[in-house]
């Protein structure tokens, strides 16, 4: 089966600039998250997502940060304006319908340098 | 907020040692889960642990859940080359019934030859 896609896989952007990520995830995996990734650290959950129904973004700086998952498959998560501090991987990551335990499935990755 | 600690944050090794990773708790988790991320790489889900004091192995890795569920642990036995990475446990936190899942800061598995 195909694994959770995500583009770009790369992205350099000064900072004050916009950026957005795209995540397409497992087939018929309801549950949908994005995680931020800084060098060195565990990644940390931003905004997860059942079906097109934001779950929790409590961790989201809803300042600068938005995401959304229309039609409850594909997602984006967008960055205006960036900072700095922004400067990480942003993975994406997916689950089987409806369970609260399971393997997330992650996507390779979107990494982001904000000079 | 409900955390997740692991330590050590690094680990050197020469090939064939052992190696731990340990994996805490502020609160009792329900299941916890592990995950290896190599260098470069994305996480990898390795094994989820659900009951208290349970042991699960996968080859040389052993996996345990600590008797009050708030602690868990990881270890190698006689470390490869392969195992170069940074080794993740994640608990769901949060209390929604779609499993939130906090991970901790991860412990960093270098292999001398």
């Known amino acids: 089966e195909a694994g959770v896609a995500q583009s770009p896989r790369y992205k350099i952007i000064e900072k004050r600039q916009s950026v957005a990520f795209w995540c397409n995830p497992i087939s018929g995996h309801a549950t949908l998250y994005w995680y931020q990734q800084i060098l060195g650290q565990g990644p940390k959950l931003l905004i997860q997502?059942?079906?097109?129904?934001?779950?929790?973004d409590s961790q989201l700086p809803k300042d600068r940060f938005s995401a959304e998952r229309l039609k409850g498959v594909d997602s984006t998560l967008k960055i205006q304006p960036a900072k700095l501090e922004d400067s990480a991987v942003y993975l994406c990551a997916s689950r089987y319908p409806g369970l609260a335990l399971g393997e997330l499935f992650f996507g390779e990755g979107s990494r982001l340098t904000v000079l | 907020g409900q955390q997740v600690m692991q330590i050590p944050q690094y680990q050197h090794v020469q090939e064939g040692e052992d190696f731990t990773t340990y994996c805490n708790s502020s609160t009792t988790l329900s299941n916890i889960q592990w995950y290896k991320q190599r260098p470069g790489g994305h996480p990898v889900f390795l094994i989820q642990l659900v009951k208290s004091g349970e042991v699960k192995k996968q080859k040389r890795l052993t996996f345990q859940f600590g008797e009050a569920k708030k602690n868990s642990s990881l270890h190698i036995t006689a470390t490869q080359t392969t195992d170069v990475g940074t080794y993740f446990c994640?608990?769901?936190?949060?209390?929604?019934?779609?499993?939130?899942?906090?991970f901790g800061q991860g412990t960093i598995l270098t292999v001398h030859p």
């Open positions: 997502f059942q079906n097109n129904g934001v779950v929790d």
């Open positions: 994640a608990g769901p936190t949060g209390g929604t019934s779609y499993g939130k899942l906090t």
